[in-house]
Protein backbone atom coordinates (compact mmCIF):
# COMPACT_ATOMS: atom_id res chain seq x y z
CA UNK A 1 0.00 0.00 0.00
CA UNK A 2 1.26 3.32 -0.77
CA UNK A 3 2.01 5.40 2.36
CA UNK A 4 -0.01 9.09 2.98
CA UNK A 5 0.19 10.85 6.22
CA UNK A 6 -1.74 13.65 6.14
CA UNK A 7 -1.40 16.74 9.12
CA UNK A 8 -2.78 17.77 11.48
CA UNK A 9 -5.94 15.39 11.16
CA UNK A 10 -8.12 18.07 12.98
CA UNK A 11 -8.06 21.45 13.55
CA UNK A 12 -10.09 24.29 14.67
CA UNK A 13 -8.81 28.08 13.61
CA UNK A 14 -10.14 31.02 13.47
CA UNK A 15 -11.66 32.99 10.55
CA UNK A 16 -8.61 35.08 9.37
CA UNK A 17 -5.84 32.86 10.46
CA UNK A 18 -3.58 31.22 7.86
CA UNK A 19 -3.86 27.34 8.24
CA UNK A 20 -1.13 24.91 6.63
CA UNK A 21 -2.20 21.36 5.59
CA UNK A 22 0.53 18.49 5.12
CA UNK A 23 0.57 15.50 2.98
CA UNK A 24 3.61 13.00 3.07
CA UNK A 25 3.87 10.15 0.97
CA UNK A 26 6.74 7.41 1.00
CA UNK A 27 6.55 6.43 -2.62
CA UNK A 28 8.09 9.07 -4.75
CA UNK A 29 4.65 9.29 -6.94
CA UNK A 30 4.33 11.78 -8.97
CA UNK A 31 0.85 13.04 -8.92
CA UNK A 32 -0.52 14.35 -5.48
CA UNK A 33 -3.60 16.39 -5.27
CA UNK A 34 -6.04 17.75 -2.87
CA UNK A 35 -9.58 17.39 -2.19
CA UNK A 36 -12.26 18.70 0.30
CA UNK A 37 -15.58 16.87 0.71
CA UNK A 38 -18.62 18.74 1.72
CA UNK A 39 -22.21 17.22 2.31
CA UNK A 40 -24.26 16.87 -1.14
CA UNK A 41 -21.00 17.69 -3.06
CA UNK A 42 -18.98 14.55 -2.87
CA UNK A 43 -15.20 15.42 -3.45
CA UNK A 44 -13.75 18.21 -5.15
CA UNK A 45 -10.18 19.17 -6.90
CA UNK A 46 -8.60 22.14 -4.88
CA UNK A 47 -5.12 21.99 -6.23
CA UNK A 48 -3.07 19.25 -7.60
CA UNK A 49 0.80 19.11 -8.39
CA UNK A 50 2.51 16.25 -11.22
CA UNK A 51 6.06 16.99 -10.37
CA UNK A 52 8.56 19.07 -7.87
CA UNK A 53 7.69 22.99 -8.18
CA UNK A 54 5.01 21.96 -11.19
CA UNK A 55 1.18 22.53 -10.04
CA UNK A 56 -2.14 23.24 -11.50
CA UNK A 57 -5.72 24.67 -9.94
CA UNK A 58 -8.56 22.26 -9.84
CA UNK A 59 -12.32 23.64 -9.70
CA UNK A 60 -12.17 25.21 -6.30
CA UNK A 61 -8.96 26.76 -5.56
CA UNK A 62 -10.08 30.13 -4.75
CA UNK A 63 -8.80 31.01 -1.39
CA UNK A 64 -6.16 28.05 -1.35
CA UNK A 65 -2.54 27.91 -2.90
CA UNK A 66 -0.02 24.89 -2.69
CA UNK A 67 3.71 23.85 -3.00
CA UNK A 68 5.64 20.94 -3.49
CA UNK A 69 9.47 21.40 -2.63
CA UNK A 70 10.00 17.82 -2.34
CA UNK A 71 8.72 14.86 -4.55
CA UNK A 72 7.02 14.03 -0.83
CA UNK A 73 5.69 16.53 0.25
CA UNK A 74 2.35 18.14 -0.89
CA UNK A 75 1.59 21.56 1.33
CA UNK A 76 -1.95 22.96 0.74
CA UNK A 77 -2.32 26.24 2.88
CA UNK A 78 -5.37 28.65 3.31
CA UNK A 79 -3.84 32.07 3.62
CA UNK A 80 -6.56 34.02 5.51
CA UNK A 81 -9.13 30.84 6.39
CA UNK A 82 -13.18 31.89 6.27
CA UNK A 83 -15.92 29.62 7.53
CA UNK A 84 -16.83 28.37 3.62
CA UNK A 85 -13.22 26.07 3.81
CA UNK A 86 -14.66 24.39 6.92
CA UNK A 87 -14.39 20.96 5.50
CA UNK A 88 -12.70 17.84 5.18
CA UNK A 89 -9.64 17.86 3.26
CA UNK A 90 -8.25 14.82 1.49
CA UNK A 91 -4.58 14.46 -0.08
CA UNK A 92 -4.60 11.72 -2.86
CA UNK A 93 -1.79 10.27 -4.98
CA UNK A 94 -2.13 8.82 -8.44
CA UNK A 95 -1.04 4.87 -8.46
CA UNK A 96 -2.01 3.81 -11.59
CA UNK A 97 0.12 1.52 -13.87
CA UNK A 98 0.97 4.36 -16.06
CA UNK A 99 -2.11 4.07 -18.66
CA UNK A 100 -3.23 7.51 -17.25
CA UNK A 101 -6.71 5.40 -15.72
CA UNK A 102 -5.94 7.85 -12.53
CA UNK A 103 -6.49 5.74 -9.62
CA UNK A 104 -5.80 7.53 -6.73
CA UNK A 105 -4.60 6.42 -3.33
CA UNK A 106 -6.06 8.54 -0.75
CA UNK A 107 -4.88 9.76 2.76
CA UNK A 108 -7.31 9.74 5.97
CA UNK A 109 -8.08 13.01 6.08
CA UNK A 110 -7.87 16.55 7.84
CA UNK A 111 -11.21 18.04 9.58
CA UNK A 112 -10.86 21.70 9.48
CA UNK A 113 -12.84 23.73 11.61
CA UNK A 114 -12.71 27.37 10.89
CA UNK A 115 -14.77 29.23 13.39
CA UNK B 1 -24.13 21.87 -12.10
CA UNK B 2 -22.10 18.24 -11.20
CA UNK B 3 -20.68 16.79 -14.00
CA UNK B 4 -21.44 13.30 -12.82
CA UNK B 5 -24.55 12.87 -10.72
CA UNK B 6 -25.10 9.82 -8.51
CA UNK B 7 -28.74 8.43 -7.76
CA UNK B 8 -30.12 7.29 -5.13
CA UNK B 9 -28.34 10.05 -2.97
CA UNK B 10 -29.48 7.35 -0.07
CA UNK B 11 -30.44 3.99 0.41
CA UNK B 12 -31.06 2.50 3.69
CA UNK B 13 -32.11 -1.55 3.15
CA UNK B 14 -32.29 -5.16 4.68
CA UNK B 15 -29.53 -7.34 4.77
CA UNK B 16 -29.92 -10.21 1.85
CA UNK B 17 -31.85 -7.26 -0.58
CA UNK B 18 -29.94 -6.49 -3.52
CA UNK B 19 -29.00 -2.93 -4.94
CA UNK B 20 -28.10 -0.96 -7.88
CA UNK B 21 -26.69 2.69 -7.77
CA UNK B 22 -26.40 4.74 -10.54
CA UNK B 23 -23.59 7.13 -11.90
CA UNK B 24 -24.95 9.25 -15.17
CA UNK B 25 -22.92 12.42 -17.07
CA UNK B 26 -23.80 13.69 -20.35
CA UNK B 27 -19.42 14.00 -20.87
CA UNK B 28 -18.03 10.88 -22.39
CA UNK B 29 -15.31 9.41 -20.06
CA UNK B 30 -11.98 7.97 -20.89
CA UNK B 31 -12.32 5.89 -17.57
CA UNK B 32 -14.39 5.82 -14.94
CA UNK B 33 -14.03 4.22 -11.51
CA UNK B 34 -16.02 3.16 -8.26
CA UNK B 35 -14.43 4.25 -4.51
CA UNK B 36 -16.37 2.87 -0.95
CA UNK B 37 -15.75 5.44 1.73
CA UNK B 38 -16.15 4.79 5.21
CA UNK B 39 -16.86 7.50 8.07
CA UNK B 40 -13.24 9.09 9.32
CA UNK B 41 -11.87 7.46 6.62
CA UNK B 42 -10.32 8.23 2.73
CA UNK B 43 -12.09 6.77 0.11
CA UNK B 44 -11.01 3.25 -1.15
CA UNK B 45 -10.73 2.02 -5.06
CA UNK B 46 -13.28 -0.70 -5.88
CA UNK B 47 -12.39 -1.07 -9.82
CA UNK B 48 -11.86 1.38 -12.83
CA UNK B 49 -13.38 0.77 -16.01
CA UNK B 50 -12.39 1.80 -18.89
CA UNK B 51 -13.95 -0.16 -22.62
CA UNK B 52 -17.28 0.99 -23.13
CA UNK B 53 -19.85 -1.79 -22.05
CA UNK B 54 -17.69 -3.49 -19.67
CA UNK B 55 -18.37 -5.12 -17.28
CA UNK B 56 -16.65 -6.31 -13.62
CA UNK B 57 -17.23 -8.23 -11.38
CA UNK B 58 -16.22 -8.00 -7.48
CA UNK B 59 -17.45 -11.01 -5.80
CA UNK B 60 -20.93 -9.83 -5.22
CA UNK B 61 -20.50 -6.42 -6.79
CA UNK B 62 -21.32 -6.20 -10.56
CA UNK B 63 -19.78 -2.46 -12.43
CA UNK B 64 -20.73 -2.01 -15.69
CA UNK B 65 -19.74 0.81 -17.73
CA UNK B 66 -22.05 2.26 -20.80
CA UNK B 67 -21.57 1.30 -24.34
CA UNK B 68 -21.27 5.08 -24.41
CA UNK B 69 -19.12 5.64 -21.76
CA UNK B 70 -21.42 8.23 -20.59
CA UNK B 71 -22.59 6.35 -17.25
CA UNK B 72 -22.21 3.50 -15.09
CA UNK B 73 -23.68 1.52 -12.41
CA UNK B 74 -23.11 -0.79 -9.53
CA UNK B 75 -24.95 -3.51 -8.46
CA UNK B 76 -24.68 -5.25 -4.76
CA UNK B 77 -26.07 -8.77 -5.08
CA UNK B 78 -27.48 -9.89 -1.26
CA UNK B 79 -26.32 -6.77 0.62
CA UNK B 80 -24.18 -7.35 3.74
CA UNK B 81 -24.21 -5.28 6.99
CA UNK B 82 -20.12 -4.82 5.78
CA UNK B 83 -21.49 -3.25 2.64
CA UNK B 84 -22.48 0.19 4.47
CA UNK B 85 -20.53 3.06 3.69
CA UNK B 86 -20.70 6.00 1.04
CA UNK B 87 -20.24 4.94 -3.14
CA UNK B 88 -18.75 7.33 -5.20
CA UNK B 89 -18.08 7.16 -8.91
CA UNK B 90 -15.48 8.80 -10.39
CA UNK B 91 -14.60 9.54 -14.28
CA UNK B 92 -11.71 11.47 -16.01
CA UNK B 93 -13.61 13.07 -19.06
CA UNK B 94 -11.34 12.00 -22.41
CA UNK B 95 -8.72 14.68 -22.57
CA UNK B 96 -8.99 15.90 -19.12
CA UNK B 97 -5.82 14.72 -18.15
CA UNK B 98 -5.20 13.29 -15.28
CA UNK B 99 -7.98 14.94 -13.00
CA UNK B 100 -10.72 12.31 -11.84
CA UNK B 101 -13.93 14.21 -11.09
CA UNK B 102 -16.16 12.42 -8.50
CA UNK B 103 -19.25 12.20 -8.10
CA UNK B 104 -21.96 13.61 -5.41
CA UNK B 105 -21.93 9.92 -3.70
CA UNK B 106 -24.46 7.64 -2.53
CA UNK B 107 -24.89 6.71 1.07
CA UNK B 108 -25.47 2.96 1.65
CA UNK B 109 -26.71 1.55 5.38
CA UNK B 110 -27.85 -2.30 5.30
CA UNK B 111 -29.25 -3.35 8.14
CA UNK B 112 -29.71 -6.62 9.53
Known amino acids: DAGITQSPRHKVTETGTPVTLRCHQT?????MYWYRQDPGHGLRLIHY???????DKGEVSDGYSVSRSKTEDFLLTLESATSSQTSVYFC??????????????FGEGSRLTVL | TQLLEQSPQFLSIQEGENLTVYCNSS?????LQWYRQEPGEGPVLLVT?????EVKKLKRLTFQFGDARKDSSLHITAAQTGDTGLYLC????????????FGTGTQLKVEL
Open chain 2, 49 to 53: VVTGG
Open chain 1, 92 to 105: AISVGSGSNTGELF
Open chain 2, 27 to 31: SVFSS
Open chain 2, 90 to 101: AGILTGGGNKLT
Open chain 1, 27 to 31: ENHRY
Open chain 1, 49 to 55: SYGVKDT
